[in-house]
């Protein structure tokens, strides 16, 4: 469905962890729509850069630092859009932290934090919206799960138990509010980002990982959510490549799993950092953007599809070579 920005024009928008990477990227595309914004953030020099960025589009913005991970706040925060607006038509679930490494030597606080933040942050903020909804008749929940939600990240499993969490959450919610026609819970799985969540993560591996030239452009992810907004289904996968990775490991789930954490063994190996808990424990810090470092120059899409297919097919191939000899 081809964006139509006059039917997003004054229609208000709830975004939560929009002062960099996918958020910012989903605040200026509702900004240029015409919504009105209220953004969020914990960091309030960051969410102040992006409220200003969204006036200068001309679109109406509000932020209100909030920390997802305790329902107080998220409470303050729709009653913040409530007086700032007097609606809520679009709520964005989109905050979200990591931390990679093995299970046992990731710091148990910094586990824990992540699931406050990444489970109950999207929970906090159902939780609070959908009384909202309810009342007015309509309104559209958008959580940016990722890909992480069907399969896991290597050696990061409290991150992968979220996503795991989240979905089975949230298809929960879209069967109780299936009688409820004009109220729409929507799930994005977008594969890795080429934005600043890999520079802000929290890494106890030892790696330094670079994006690589692969991942989404978190504008193309962006744009998905409008679509959602305007468009609203239930799952929404919004590239070939998340498709794809879904696929495999729907047909050898424990062999796509085995292969990538051997990779990250292998890799683990070669340490090239030192362990950092990131932004889970604290606000992100610099830099406050759309888009983090790759590892390489960022090729075509076109090119992105040929590789695409290309790693589909040898994935495939040894996936299928190793399941017959294990049969």
Known sequence: MKISYQDLKN?????????????????????????????????????DSAVERCRALGAESLGVATDVSEYPQVENLVNRALEFAGSIDYWVNNAGVMASGKFEEIPIEVSHQVVKTNLFGYMNGAHAVIPVFKKQGYGVLINNVSIGGFMPAPYSAVYSSTKFGIKGMMECIQGELSDQADIHVCNLYPQIQRSTGNMHSAKYSGLD???????????????????????????????????????????????????????????????????????????????????????????????????????????????????????
Do not use: C
Not at 20 to 31: D, H, I, K, Q, Y
């Open 209 to 327: 990982f670079k994006i690589p030239p692969s991942a989404a452009d978190p504008r193309d992810t962006a744009e998905a959510l409008l679509n959602l907004a305007l468009d609203p289904k239930k799952d929404k996968f919004p590239d070939f490549n998340s498709w794809a990775l879904k696929t495999m490991h729907s047909i050898f789930p424990k062999l796509l799993v085995n292969t990538a954490s051997a990779g990250m063994r292998v890799l683990m190996k070669l340490k090239d950092g030192a362990p950092t808990d990131g932004n889970v424990l604290r606000p992100s810090g610099y830099p406050h953007r759309i888009y983090g470092e790759t590892l390489l120059p960022v090729p075509s899409k076109r090119t992105k599809l040929i590789m695409g297919l290309g790693v589909l097919a040898a994935t495939g191939m040894i996936l299928v070579g190793r399941n017959r000899q294990s049969g």
């Open 11 to 47: 229609k208000t928008v709830v975004i939560t962890g929009a002062s960099s990477g996918v958020g910012l990227a989903t605040a200026e595309a509702f900004a240029r729509a015409g919504s009105k914004l209220i953004l969020t953030s914990r960091g309030e020099e960051a969410l």
